[in-house]
């Protein structure tokens, strides 16, 4: 913020012309301040980037020249957007202190000297910004909180896994078996939501903005969306899956083996090969995901593809427990033919 200082005026016409007509030598000399135990500072030496952090001022300054009699010098405070306040200062032999309390924002300071029949003779203007410590905080806090949203919104998100659905990838709650009791809390994760699409509706609180997309889903990669629930009055629900069938892809699980498009898969993450066989053709704007944890898993076998825009992140880290650390990989898959995968004996 800058501390603005304005030329000495004399009924609104330049200084020099009028001091000179008038009042040649009345001006305004060393106006300076200070603040708390601080160094007395000329108001022209402020730095522009100053903003006060304490209230209350010590204003001291000298006119130069004889003052008329009768003459009097009037200090109007004008703290933007709020009521003005005036007061005359006693000038003896020229010399003026005064006490001044800032407002937060801008003050506009304006000294000016009357005479007797109020008319302005002398005046210096200028400008002085205050920011009391709660307005910083508040500042701090709501930029915080505003950063928080946006990074939490377009970039990273910090997710819990609940259930043994992606299982050995990723584990869920543990409990003993027979006494119900927790020995194994979720692992933590954090998700890239930048990975595919910028939600500028962040998470649909602006649903009038647009989703920018940069690309689509690879098969393998780990995925973090919103539940496509058809009961719409049902609390939301995110769910993590792994992408094993892209848009317009056909999907044939037989035997334990997924084939897409007749391709069969290499799934090394899998806890252990699908019992039952599904089949069925991806929707364009929509994925087909599976947990590997394939037998323990509600995913697209049982509730159908899951729409593009639900689509939140990529898993991508993997932050605890500790001892389990480290990146979340995608697995590149490389389509192979049916013969090249072992068929289970019929």
Known sequence: MTVVTESESLN?????????????????????????????????????????????????????GRLPDGARLEMVHIPRGRQKFSCDLPAERGRFASALTLCNGANDISLQVFDVENTVLCRRTFTLFYKSAFREWNETVFIAFVLAIIIRSLVLQAFWIPTGSMENTLLGEGHNVRTGALERAGDRILVNKFAYVADLTLDGRLPFLPKIWFSLPKRGDIVVFKYPDKILTNP????????????????????????????????????????????????????????????????????????????????VFLYWPFRRIGPIHSYEHLPVTAEAVPSASH
Not at 30 to 48: A, F, N, T
Request: proline share 11%; charged share 25%.
């Open 236 to 315: 939301p629900r995110d769910f993590i899956k792994r992408v094993v069938g892209l848009p317009g892809e056909h999907i044939n699980i037989t035997d334990g083996v997924v084939h897409v498009d007749g391709a069969a898969l290499t799934e090394p993450y899998i806890k252990e090969p699908p019992y039952s066989d599904f089949e069925t053709t991806v929707p364009p704007d929509s994925l087909f995901v599976m947990g590997d944890n394939r037998n323990n898993s509600a995913d697209s076998r049982f509730w159908g593809p899951m729409p593009l825009g639900n689509l939140k992140g990529q898993a």
């Open 12 to 64: 609104g016409i330049s200084p020099d012309t009028s001091e000179r007509r008038e009042l040649p030598s009345l001006r305004f000399r060393d106006l300076s301040i200070r603040h708390g135990k601080g160094p007395v500072v000329l108001v022209e030496q402020v730095p522009p980037d100053e903003v006060f952090s304490e209230a209350t001022l010590w204003l001291s300054g000298h006119l130069s």
